[in-house]
């Protein structure tokens, strides 16, 4: 079945350490989401790419970066997580800008 | 005002009745619209879009009205497995550059 798959589903990590999320998707689409969502809040988008082009938030912090290397993956680096950080971390892809999203699992990252 | 509103609820409602979920939008200029269902812990799941001329999926049916910048998700013949948080979620997208936003959700329990 096509899919967006995210590893790894739960991720430990410490005060400072860098941490890579990843995300990979069978479904052939251009566009691809990253989302933080925290407890009992709307996911929020941090940045999306169309095919290589990348869109940043604005209020994105400069501590997040992302990768695609290609259309099937992407890639989420937190270069000094902090506390605040902790979180799901949703992934999604879409056929088009403006279509409906197809979410990834997510991966839950703790912060220690 | 918050671009995307949404009631938290919670709406406890019996099993077999019918309930109705609102949500507006302040950016006139929004495009496209979609209503995602969120199990706790779980990742969205792109439920139905949602067009002008109103559009029917069993037992929902979703209705946009633009001139009062409104969507809306009705659900007839409530089952125990609709309980969840219903999400509605808003696009603007012109040219490469793509603005989602997420309403923080209506929580939906439905009651044996």
């Known amino acids: 079945d096509a899919m967006v798959i995210q590893n790894p589903r739960y991720q430990v990590t410490q005060f400072g350490k860098p941490v890579t999320l990843s995300c990979s998707q069978t479904?052939?689409?251009?566009?691809m989401y990253w989302y933080q969502q925290k407890s009992s809040q709307a996911p929020k988008l941090l940045f999306h790419?169309?095919?290589?082009?990348?869109?940043n938030e604005a209020d994105t912090p400069d501590n997040f970066q992302s990768r695609r290397p290609n259309t099937s993956f992407c890639f989420l680096d937190i270069r000094s997580p902090g506390l605040g950080d902790a979180a799901m971390y949703l992934c999604?892809?879409?056929?088009?800008?403006?279509?409906?999203?197809?979410f990834g699992p997510g991966t839950r990252l703790t912060v220690t | 005002r918050k671009e995307v509103e949404q009631d938290p609820g919670p709406f406890n409602v019996p099993e077999g009745a019918t309930v109705a979920f609102n949500c507006t939008y302040s950016n006139s200029a929004s495009q496209s619209f979609f209503w995602y269902r969120q199990d706790c812990r779980k990742e969205p799941k792109l439920l139905m879009s949602v067009y002008s001329s109103g559009n029917e999926d069993g037992r929902f049916t979703a209705q946009l009205n633009r001139a009062s910048q409104y969507i809306s998700l009705l659900i007839r013949d409530s089952k125990l497995s609709d309980s969840a948080t219903y999400l509605c979620?808003?696009?603007?997208?012109?040219?490469?550059?793509?603005?989602?936003?997420f309403g923080t959700g209506t929580k939906l329990q439905v009651i044996p």
């Open positions: 479904l052939n689409h251009n566009v």
């Open positions: 790419y169309y095919d290589k082009d990348f869109n």
């Open positions: 999604a892809t879409a056929g088009t800008s403006g279509s409906g999203q197809y």
């Open positions: 979620v808003v696009n603007f997208y012109s040219g490469g550059y793509q603005k989602v936003t």
